[in-house]
């Protein structure tokens, strides 16, 4: 943010040109996105290979998913046209094959992924709680309390003074929340199930006794030093 800033005060114009629509700033938002989609999606495929909850992740690449796409309108710039769009399903000048095959897409995977997400509801729930004790649980909710802030006073912080382009402070500070989702995700991800394996000491153990593991864990699954 503050390189945005210096580089703004520098060249008023450049500055501008940064954080045009479908320019440098919105497409440093997609890559941030993406990577921690990716990250995301294998730590997630780790947590399912070792038997381990995984909805966290499932709703992690769900939302970097639906936000990169609606960033920078990833389907106008892939086919030329807006494919995510009432107008696009019900136009006759596109091929009805591609149009059934358009709601398929666009409708039937985020239909399947939320009704995925409501049966473990549960499990995501008790995760995401989980993570408000952790530092990458804290680093999300800035984040996330950041984005929503921007969107909710966007008119506002676009009739701020000083902005090389109307929407200067908007787009900076939008990166700034995205930086923060590729930090949650790094530690999150690999946080949860570190906590999640390993066995921890409970507040009543004794020596010589075996320590106690953490809720839903696989019998045999963690061994103790020594052990065979």
């Keep these: ?10 060249d008023w114009n450049l500055g ?37 909850p995984f909805a966290l992740e499932v709703a992690i690449v769900a939302a970097m998913t639906m936000i990169c796409i609606g960033e920078v309108d ?7 046209t807006k494919v995510i ?21 666009v409708v039937g995977a985020p239909t399947a992924v939320g009704i995925w997400l409501l049966v473990h509801i549960r499990e995501l729930w008790w995760a995401s709680l989980r993570g408000l004790l952790e530092p990458w649980g804290q680093t999300a909710t800035f984040g996330i309390s ?25 787009e900076v500070l939008e990166l ?7 930090r949650r995700t790094c530690r999150a991800t690999t946080r949860y199930h570190e906590s999640n394996v390993g066995p921890t000491l409970d507040r009543d153990h004794r020596p010589g006794s075996r320590p106690v593991g953490l809720p839903g864990r696989v019998p045999g699954q963690c061994r103790l030093p020594g052990e065979a």
């Excluded at 943010?1 to 520098?10: C, D, E, G, K, S």
């Excluded at 990833?74 to 030329?80: A, I, P, Q, S």
């Excluded at 107008?87 to 398929?104: C, I, Q, T």
């Design 74 to 80: 990833l389907d106008r710039v892939l086919f030329g």
């Design 146 to 170: 950041l984005y929503v802030l921007v969107q909710v006073f966007e008119h506002r912080i676009d009739r701020l003074p000083w902005q090389p382009s109307p929407d200067f402070f908007e």
């Design 85 to 105: 769009h009432t107008k696009f399903f019900v136009s006759p000048k596109h091929p009805l094959g591609w149009r059934l095959l358009a709601v398929l897409v």
């Design 1 to 10: 943010m503050a390189i945005l800033v210096l580089v703004a005060l520098r």
């Design 16 to 52: 501008g040109w940064l954080v045009i629509e479908n320019g440098v700033v919105e497409w440093l938002q997609v890559i941030l996105m993406g990577i921690a989609g990716v990250l995301a999606a294998r730590q997630g495929l780790a947590a399912k290979r070792r038997g381990e």
């Design 176 to 182: 700034v929340a995205r930086a923060q989702h590729v």
